[in-house]
């Protein structure tokens, strides 16, 4: 077998693997704890980054295509204003839509007000800094270069990724989130949800592919996933949004389950793909 695809399929049998076993790690210790504050969920968050960093010591990888640096200079800071502008660009897109069609409710945010919801934003990413690491230098730090180095068709590469993303969500969904707060932030079933999971993340996964590819660093998909945790989910945990149940919430959820808001990433990650194939062509 290819060493590359050998790994691959190393890191997907941990990813898929580590939430189950960090449940079975609970259960055996007779965890007391909330389980997201568990040992089970330090070994689930874990258990991606952690199987591709020691596959890169040890398995032949190697850390050249890692995306440690920052590659600020050159132009690289222009990757890094694009994961910032991405979220908010994609929420003025569809927040006005699920307000006019009736999917959301935003009396919440009209009582609240901005200043509240930027305050409530900045800390959800203080919150999810250090999580994000472990996620996106496993997606991106780790998937994204080694599918690049097969050579194959990107949107191959970026549907594998988002399936084992989302299998890596499914214990999360079933055991690690406490059930009252995955019921705030959708209207769909827990079913509905994960095989929702499968459908969206593929998407989501071409715009963070691509822009890691682009920029050479892991870094500006980081800061990315952080200003999705934060303009999307403070909507809804800080209630300044509420969902409202029916076929409108589903498509136009300010979450990454939202379709609309998922189409909307895919569309930005083949824009990408178009510029970085377009600049890799030299003229004759």
Known sequence: MNKTIRNIVIVGFFTVGGGWFGIWVNNVTGNTAPPMQSLGALVWLISPALSGILLRAFGGDGWKDAGFGLNLRSGGWIWYAVAILVYPLVALLTFPLAIVTGAISAEGFAEQGFSAYITAAGLMV????????FEEFAWRGYLTPRF???????????VFTGFIWAAW???YYLYFLDRSVLLEHTSLSLPALIGMAFLALPFHAAAYGELRLLSNSTWPAWMMH????????????????????GFWSAILSPGTEGVLHSLLMGLMGYGLYRYRVGRSVQPA
């Open 226 to 245: 952080n200003f999705a945790n934060a303009i999307s989910l403070t909507l809804v945990s800080s209630s300044f949004v509420t969902l409202v149940p």
């Open 148 to 158: 690049a180095a097969l050579r194959m068709r990107p949107w191959l590469g970026y």
């Open 126 to 133: 203080a919150a999810s800094l250090m999580k994000n690491i």
């Open 169 to 171: 969500h499914v214990p």
